[in-house]
T-cell receptor
């Protein structure tokens, strides 16, 4: 079992550009959550996908959007990038929505110049 | 609403010394509590969790934590620090019966001196 995988590992973009990050959940997991971890901070919840729909959303602007595919993999899209979007983006999966324990991927480090 | 406070952004110990990382939470309903570890340039790995039952929880790598409702605390301990324990540690809380989305603390960096 490969666990949760994310791609790419690192990404450098400039302000105003758009970015797509990808996540494959752990085998048997159908729920994917995305988090933003700024330097020196704890992860902040962005949104959660289940059955290909956004089920819960944190306090993030509409520039942040996502998608879940029938195989449960997920994408995070960020439009009109700002310098403040520079962070580690973590994907976590769980076997259902109302499951306390989540399994985290290694993250994608996004740098916005 | 739920929140987590981790006291001390950095904790420094000598190899072989006791490790104590502090976590206090706020939750209006019985909480689920977690400790995660994050090594440089990696994701979060679950160390241990408390959901129900025994309040003293044992985790991986010799860590344990005790849920103290009266003190709203869930401090993480390890009797003897190893150099390999140097990492960032995050405490998280979930309000049971709610959204099951964890709220994380800001993290504590554990530094282990030889």
């Amino acid at each position: 079992d490969a666990g949760v995988t994310q791609s790419p590992t690192h990404l450098i973009k400039t302000r105003g550009q758009q970015v797509t990050l990808r996540c494959s959940p752990k085998s048997g997991h159908d729920t994917v959550s995305w988090y933003q971890q700024a330097l020196g901070q704890g992860p902040q919840f962005i949104f959660q996908y289940y059955e290909e729909e956004e089920r819960q959303r944190g306090n993030f602007p509409d520039r942040f959007s996502g998608h879940q595919f029938p195989n449960y993999s997920s994408e995070l899209n960020v439009n009109a990038l700002l310098l403040g979007d520079s962070a580690l983006y973590l994907c976590a999966s769980s076997p259902g929505r109302q499951v306390a324990e989540q399994f985290f991927g290694p993250g994608t480090r996004l740098t916005v110049l | 609403a739920q929140s987590v406070t981790q006291l001390g952004s950095h904790v420094s110990v000598s190899e072989g010394a006791l490790v104590l990382l502090r976590c206090n939470y706020s939750s209006s309903v019985p909480p689920y509590l977690f400790w995660y570890v994050q090594y440089p340039n990696q994701g979060l790995q679950l160390l241990l969790k408390y959901t129900t039952g025994a309040t003293l929880v044992k985790g991986i790598n010799g860590f344990e934590a005790e849920f103290k409702k009266s003190e709203t605390s869930f401090h993480l301990t390890k009797p003897s620090a190893h150099m390999s324990d140097a990492a960032e540690y995050f405490c998280a809380v979930i309000a049971s019966g709610g959204s099951y989305i964890p709220t994380f603390g800001r993290g504590t960096s554990l530094i282990v001196h030889p």
